[in-house]
């Protein structure tokens, strides 16, 4: 017999010599093959020598330097150092130096070393410390990476807790505590709670809400605004601070580490295979210590009767605690009918350059809040037309903005928008224009305060401002501020607008209110 063959060859092989068959009720015929052997007659002691391989329940047993003992009885002396595979037909896991007791031809136990083989080629040795053969006849195996030992599922993340095998998965199933290795954080790692199958060959891990740690205490993930400091910070699998902070983005799904992005990746795996897809999603990109979210986003700002949703792209970044988010925005609140028509009209009116709806925030605001077919025939219309047929009920807001960029200024505590501002439309009439202005969203103790500054042109502008349900309103369209004024004085308006939202008011601003807000503007863009 060629000794140039391997381990798994060596189970096919029909072989000859002495064969061995145990003849005990309870061995189930076990039953092996050696070219030599001695009996000893005194001690009943068989020697049997140059055992290539004993067939198990699932398994292919190889004694080390191919050693067997029987003794006394038919019991077969343990083995030691030896190797066994399982299972004879997918042959995906391998054991050595392991310590095996051969019970039967249909029942084995042991514990021995494994390799776990990485992406790269890698090995780490773990250890199995029990293995038998279940209900099924199918090998299973256990073994668990102690506290102080140092195991990873891949470089990027490591893991510490329970593992076992099944002989016909090729995949171990990982029971305890990953954390993911990066640089970018000063805080020590939490061990974050875990149990699934585990692809060397793409280590993918499933994140699902609500998160805990491996002492059972809860975890944050994603951006978070901690209310009581007004501070914003990512938590990439951190402890809670406060139950009163706000997510402001997150993802859940499947956790990977892209090698040529250098970054931890939280989606779908549908999202996870096509980034172009509208769903939520969150990285850390480990080369420059930025965390992205990708969706909903919520800004933790106290609006009340003003309703704001956003949707976009947040991007924090950690070295110079630094902000920058670019968005779509709605804004919805009781206002005079004919003052926002007139908004509108004076917005169409002046020539402002168009926003390509499709390539901003705003693809993924409405795809988000509308049904799949609605939304592919109004990106079909606005590739053909570029405006809808017919406005869908789904997207009326008071105001539609679809592309606004803002940072956060931890000094005024405020969101502060820079660049254009694209409009999509106010009510249902569509706008898509940009326009110059400035948007501040600010936090404070006593109600949060909203600002909006659009300039059409330099003779017209309006300006909006909401604080604690009062909604004041001013423009250079004199008409505008005039059907402002006598709306907010109509009892029959005034009834509508509270059955919508109580104590909510709106009233024309002060020409000073306006003139305060764009001196502090103008007076952060001169520093």
């Not at 050696?34 to 055992?51: C, E, G, M, P, S």
């Not at 908004?343 to 402002?352: A, D, G, H, I, P």
């Amino acid at each position: 017999m060629p000794d140039s063959l391997s381990l798994a060859q060596y189970i096919d092989l029909a072989y000859t010599g002495s064969e061995f068959i145990s003849v005990h009720p309870l061995q189930d015929s076990l039953k092996f093959f050696a070219a030599k052997a001695r009996y000893n007659l005194r001690t009943n002691v068989i020697n049997a020598q140059d055992v290539k391989v004993i067939k198990v329940a699932d398994a292919a047993i190889y004694p080390d330097s191919g050693k067997v003992t029987i003794l006394k009885d038919a019991v077969m002396q343990s083995l030691v150092h030896a190797i066994v595979i399982a299972d004879t037909k997918s042959r995906y896991h391998q054991f050595y130096n392991a310590e095996v007791s051969i019970a039967s031809r249909k029942n084995y136990t042991g514990s021995g070393e494994y390799d776990y083989r990485e992406k790269t080629g890698e090995r780490e040795q773990i250890r199995f410390d029990r293995i038998r053969v279940d209900s099924t006849l199918q090998t299973v195996a256990e073994g668990r990476v102690g506290d102080s030992a140092e195991f990873f599922l891949s470089h990027e993340f490591a893991f510490r807790g329970a593992f076992s095998l099944h002989a016909g998965q090729k995949m171990l199933l990982f029971d305890g505590g990953f954390h993911p290795v990066t640089d970018c954080f000063q805080e020590k790692p939490e061990w974050v709670k875990f149990a699934s199958l585990i692809d060397p060959e793409r280590v993918q891990i499933p994140i699902a809400f609500p998160l805990k740690n491996t002492d059972n205490e809860p975890i944050n993930l994603g951006l978070m605004f901690f209310n009581t400091e007004d501070r914003i910070s990512p938590s990439f699998f951190r402890r809670k601070i406060s139950f009163s902070d706000t997510t402001m983005i997150t993802a859940e799904g499947l956790l990977e580490y892209n090698g040529p992005a250098t970054e931890f990746r939280i989606a779908t795996a549908e999202k996870l295979k096509d980034l172009s897809l509208n769903r939520n999603y969150l990285a850390l990109n480990t080369g420059n210590c930025m965390v992205r979210g990708e969706g909903k986003i919520n800004l933790s700002l106290r609006s009340e009767a003003l309703k704001i949703e956003n949707y976009g792209v947040l991007d924090y970044f950690i070295f110079s605690d630094s902000i920058r988010l670019k968005c779509a925005m709605t804004l919805n609140f009781p206002f005079s009918e004919r003052g926002l028509q007139r908004f509108s009209s004076q917005l169409e009116s002046v020539n402002m350059p168009g926003v390509k709806l499709m390539s901003t925030p705003y693809a993924m605001a409405i795809e988000k809040m509308l049904e799949k077919t609605d939304f592919d025939r109004l990106k079909s219309e606005q590739a053909l037309l570029g405006k809808y047929k017919k406005f869908p009920d789904a997207l009326d807001r008071s105001v539609f903005l679809a592309d606004v960029s803002m940072k956060w200024d931890s000094t005024t505590h405020s969101y502060l928008s820079y660049g254009d501002i694209g409009i999509a439309s106010v009510g249902k009439n569509q706008i898509n224009r940009y326009a110059k202005g400035v948007i501040e969203f600010t936090k404070k103790r006593n109600g949060d305060e909203f600002t909006i500054y659009l300039e059409l042109s330099p003779r017209d502008w309006f300006f909006f401002n909401y604080r604690n349900n009062m909604m004041m309103a001013l423009s250079s369209d004199l008409t505008f501020n005039d059907l402002i004024r006598e709306d907010a004085q109509s009892r029959a308006e005034e009834k509508r607008v509270g059955d919508i939202s109580k104590g909510f008011h709106y009233t024309v601003a002060t020409e000073r209110k306006k003139r305060d807000f764009l001196r502090k503007f103008q007076l952060e863009e001169s520093q």
